[in-house]
């Protein structure tokens, strides 16, 4: 066995190993129960970053413990075709050889954009490789492969046919960047400073004006309408009469409307329905006419009259100016509210009547929604289900229209004879109703709708494969609290509708991954972390350990890369472990299960009793997903108790014939365990360690340990606490290993014979197993009931040692009292930053317990 832990030399070297054994196919339990979970696709447009390398982390622990636990265990990966990410990336990479879509033309494009995704999709696959994702390869699925794009179009033409899915003209959200509609969803909201416009708008039939408030005039050249409450008093008189739109010299009416708030701007509002939600709701309720005067590009249409032509933020200004010089411009407040942003592109969103293809989605949002509510899908921790009801109480019908080239083409075909429309499961290539030429619609579909798919479209749907009868719902979804709209929502919607089944039982939700000012990692912000470049310099399960540590729920995840550097630690000590007991250990005579021993020794059983005791809490966290819990409790068990204690309490027994062939007995079988719980967190080096230490099989596809119950035996505790005051009493007096005699006082009766051992060796102390005559001259070190008495004569200089005890008792006092006077002084506490107060407070606190040990070594002294 190699003697330092080198993570890169075995992680390159087990992952093909695992791989080529098929370990990760579910046929390696054929007659296990199922247990499925589909891996949330990235998206083809670049490489992994820390979110994935937690979200797949938590997604590999859970699939590995269900492999191990017995089950048919199936963790589905692939990739998504992210449309507009994907194109944008393409078109950038064009742009730097001076071409642009357009003129390379659809065709060609959509092979350069394939190109690149053969490329980045072998980057990204090497990647999760490279932290130990145990995915079945064999069953890879990508959103635009065959049998995923049968399964779309299916769900469309299916929608479709159930009124579901419809073409028509509404406001949708259109990004003039990247050229193309996007659902609500995709819209970022910010507050900014902005201002709110009052315009006057004159009476046709007589003096006077009505005045509006816009966060956007520019809009104002697209008006058809005003609109006031219907029982706001201020303008009962108004409602019906008409005004001359300003700067277009055109008549329009003033009408009464439910929707307009009585509180905003005036109370009354400018309807401008090509441009709005709610004008174009309005607009709708009072036959307004909706004229668009922004475009595609963002810039003012000809039926903007003199603006044409203008950006729509010059547009802006260039109409408040000529408002100004007409004199019927108002008030000019300054006005913070809230501005939707592409959430590709941080382009300004401009709303805008659009003839595109929606879902309705109440149909689909109710049973999903009773889904929920029912317990058939449950949200971990809970509060994120009331997240999820709040958003689909308010959906609105979703846009599925892109105006890009690469997805998902819409299976919609236009007569060019007979204007007949024509949506079909089949291409077609003349009309069925005339015979006439057909051409198909440009748009693609959002690349959620095929998202939408992804729990049952990669399982064969909508052929009745045997994936799909064997793993279809599936088990669990992992993902992050940020796309629970975006995907979560939308998978139950679909899943539930064309199953009848919802696609996943258990929806644990993670934090994000964050940097360590508490801000979302970010390439702009210069704060990103490569988890690669981490896997390089420490190791994948380093990486993975830290990552779940920091996990714990209802928390975003701090990332620090002193937590990865603790966990190659861990890792080191679990090496040197290991080697310990391969020098003690017949190796290859521990058993890969059972084998655990039938009378043990009161030190074996101690460690059999936490080893039992450990395995069911551990159980129980990764159960309930609290994973930082249960790396917590594994990690100082190992640590703590394995490594610390019984270690060290195994070398006598394992010194004598008669007794070192049941201590090996225990020592294998309990690291052997060891191995296989920390196997879903750190796979690599526990792979590695199992070949030595056990060396049949592998660890990956091994039994999960269960352990039979052992009682404690009376008295550990109070051993452990006694070694621990005997090494702090040798500390304090700088005693080093110099060999101590003692006597042991029990008043509560659990000293037993065995401890006399223990205390030779670990604590180095020749135990007397009796009180002393009389205390004096004594120093008294207390465990529960238990005392042990160390005689100081000989052991330590009193006459060098007091004078030295009361100097540092002096020093230390003074900073105690210049700590508190800080703390006292109200000034200081209200208006230092918290973090300088909480240090003060933590120091006083270290002071006093200083203070408090030298008090108690003069006292033992005798001073």
Request: hydrophobic share 40%; charged share 25%.
């Amino acid at each position: 066995m190699k003697p330092t832990y080198e993570p890169q030399d075995i992680e390159a070297r087990w992952y093909p190993v695992w791989e080529d054994s098929g370990s990760f196919r579910p046929e390696v339990n054929p007659d296990g129960e199922p247990f499925t979970i589909v891996i949330p696709p990235p998206n083809v447009t670049g490489v992994l970053h820390m979110g994935h390398a937690l979200d797949n982390t938590i997604q590999d622990t859970i699939i590995r413990r269900k492999r191990m636990q017995g089950f048919a265990a199936l963790w589905l990966p692939g990739t998504d075709h992210a449309g507009i990410a994907t194109q944008n990336v393409v078109e950038r990479e064009l742009a730097k050889e001076g071409l642009d879509r357009h003129e390379l033309g659809r065709e060609r494009f959509v092979e350069q954009v394939w190109a690149w995704k053969d490329k980045s999709h072998g980057i990204i696959s090497k990647q999760l490789r490279a932290i130990g994702v145990s995915c079945d390869w064999t069953r890879e699925r990508f959103t635009l492969d065959e049998g995923l794009s049968k399964a779309v179009r299916e769900v469309f033409v299916t929608l479709y046919e159930e009124g579901l899915i419809y073409r028509g003209n509404r406001i949708i959200n259109w990004c003039p960047r990247c050229h193309t509609a996007i659902s609500d969803i995709e819209v970022e909201h910010q507050e900014e400073q902005g201002t709110l416009t009052h315009i006057r708008y004159p009476f046709t039939d007589g003096d006077g004006y009505i005045e509006v408030a816009t966060t956007r005039p520019e809009t104002m050249l697209g008006d058809t309408g005003v609109a006031v409450h219907p029982d706001d008093e201020r303008y009962q008189a108004v409602i019906g009469r008409t005004v001359r739109l300003p700067l277009m010299d055109r008549d329009i009416p003033v009408v009464a409307d439910d929707a307009v708030e009585l509180e905003f701007g005036t109370g009354a509002v400018k309807v401008t329905p090509a441009h709005d939600p709610l004008d174009f709701e309005i607009g709708q309720r009072h036959d307004l006419e909706p004229i668009q005067v922004i475009d595609g590009e963002g810039k003012i249409t000809e039926a903007g009259g003199r603006f044409a032509g203008m950006d729509r933020f010059a547009a802006r200004a260039a109409v408040v100016s000529a408002l100004g010089e007409e004199g019927l411009l108002g008030e000019i407040e300054n006005h913070t509210h809230s501005v939707g942003h592409c959430s590709r592109c941080k382009t300004v969103v401009e709303p805008m009547l659009s003839l595109q293809w929606f879902v309705k989605v109440r149909p689909l949002a109710d049973p999903a929604m009773d889904a929920v509510k029912n317990g058939e899908a449950t949200f971990i921790p809970t509060r994120w289900e009331n997240d999820y009801l709040r958003w689909m109480e308010n959906l609105r019908d979703w846009t599925i229209s892109r105006q890009l080239w690469w997805g998902h083409r819409i299976p919609a075909w236009y007569c060019d004879a007979c204007d007949d429309v024509v949506v079909s499961r089949e291409d077609l290539y003349e009309c069925p109703k005339c015979g006439g030429a057909v051409h198909e619609d440009e748009d693609v579909l959002d690349t959620w709708f095929s998202s939408a798919l992804w729990p049952f479209s990669t399982l064969g749907w909508p052929d009745e494969t045997e994936d799909l009868k064997r793993h279809y719902p599936t088990s669990v979804l992992v993902t992050g609290y940020d796309i629970i709209s975006f995907w979560v929502a939308r998978m139950l919607m679909m899943g539930i509708h064309f199953t009848g089944e919802v696609p996943f039982r258990d929806i644990p939700i993670h934090g994000l991954v964050r940097a360590e000012d508490g801000r979302k990692m970010s390439k702009s912000l210069g704060n990103s972390v490569d988890p690669l470049v981490l896997v390089e310099n420490y190791g994948a399960d380093p990486l993975r350990m830290a990552l779940l540590q920091a996990a714990a729920q209802n928390q975003d995840v701090p990332y620090q890369e002193e937590w990865v550097d603790a966990a190659r630690r861990f890792g080191n000590k679990l090496w040197n472990a290991l080697r310990f007991a391969v020098d003690h250990v017949d190796v290859g005579k521990v058993p890969a299960d059972g084998g655990y021993p039938d009378d043990p020794s009161p030190v074996d059983r101690w460690i059999l009793s936490r080893l039992g005791a450990v395995t069911v809490e551990y159980d129980r966290y990764l159960d309930e997903y609290k994973f930082s819990d249960a790396v917590g409790l594994i990690y100082n068990f190992a640590w703590s108790e394995v490594f610390d204690w019984y270690l060290e309490m195994a070398k006598p027994p394992l010194k004598d014939d008669a007794r070192a062939a049941a201590t090996k007995q225990t020592l294998g079988v309990v690291l052997r365990d060891l191995l296989k719980l920390l196997h879903p967190v750190i796979p690599f080096v526990t792979e590695e360690l199992w070949s030595e230490l056990v060396g049949e099989g592998l660890v990956v596809t091994s039994s999960w340990p269960q352990p039979p119950t052992y009682d404690t035996p009376p008295g550990i505790e109070a051993l452990q606490d006694l070694i621990v005051g005997i090494r702090r009493f040798r500390a304090e007096h700088n005693l080093g290993a110099k060999q101590l005699t003692a006597y042991i006082d029990d008043t509560d009766a659990l000293v037993a014979d065995w401890w006399a051992e223990q205390l030779a060796g670990i604590g180095r102390v020749e135990a007397t197993m009796a009180a002393p005559d009389n205390e004096s001259g004594y120093a008294r070190i207390d465990a529960g009931g238990v005392h042990a008495y160390v005689p100081l004569a000989g052991l330590i200089d009193a006459d060098a040692e007091c004078p030295r005890l009361r100097k540092a008792i002096a020093e230390t006092a003074g900073l105690l009292e210049a700590t508190e006077g800080k703390l006292a002084n109200s000034n200081f506490v209200d208006k230092a930053p918290t973090e300088v107060v909480d240090k003060e407070r933590a120091k006083a606190a270290e002071f006093t317990a200083t203070l408090e040990r030298l008090h108690s070594q003069l006292e033992q002294l005798g001073c």
